[in-house]
């Protein structure tokens, strides 16, 4: 079974998340590990929304544990489905603004919307009708 940040959520509030911040620190570990080793600063906003407490609360305890790490970047991940994956040019544009930029590009597979593509994510939230305004719309977020 694939991991799930929903479910991971709803599992550590069963466990007394956020009051009892040995369950948040256990979840963040569980984000970090399922992130390759750092935890994606835009995660921070679903958990703190799913656990029902504020990002800023979550953020003081990344950075008073030592062995969690957060990674500044930002997350652009494009559907590569048969109907999306046809605007390369927007592939291709997202690749040059953001090259070097601390984005980390993904292709994903069909995210099931295809009527409303060009689909894309950034940071978890998905967007439909994607074009080049979108794309300089993230890069001014930078
Ligand atoms: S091809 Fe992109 S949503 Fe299906």
């Known amino acids: 079974?694939?991991?799930?940040?929903?479910?991971?959520?709803?599992?550590?509030k069963k466990q007394g998340a956020p009051?009892?911040?040995?369950?948040?620190?256990?979840?963040?570990?569980?984000?970090?590990?399922?992130?390759?080793?750092?935890?994606?600063?835009?995660?921070?906003?679903?958990?703190?929304?799913?656990?029902?407490?504020?990002?800023?609360?979550?953020?003081?305890?990344?950075?008073?544990?030592?062995?969690?790490?957060?990674?500044?970047?930002?997350?652009?991940?494009?559907?590569?489905?048969?109907?999306?994956?046809?605007?390369t040019a927007l592939a291709d544009l997202a690749e040059s603004l953001f090259r070097g930029k601390g984005v980390t590009i993904r292709y994903v597979p069909c995210m099931r919307m295809c009527a409303k593509g060009p689909n894309l994510r950034w940071d978890g939230r998905l967007y439909h009708k994607a074009d080049e305004a979108l794309l300089r719309s993230f890069l001014a977020q930078l």
Not at 1 to 12: I, K, Q, R, S
Not at 55 to 74: C, F, K, Q
């Open 1 to 12: 079974m694939n991991w799930n940040l929903d479910e991971a959520v709803l599992y550590y």
């Open 19 to 87: 009051s009892d911040q040995n369950a948040v620190i256990s979840l963040l570990r569980e984000v970090q590990q399922e992130n390759g080793g750092s935890i994606p600063r835009y995660v921070l906003a679903p958990i703190a929304q799913g656990l029902g407490t504020k990002e800023s609360l979550l953020l003081a305890i990344v950075r008073r544990i030592p062995s969690l790490r957060l990674a500044d970047t930002h997350c652009l991940e494009l559907c590569s489905g048969p109907n999306c994956g046809r605007h």
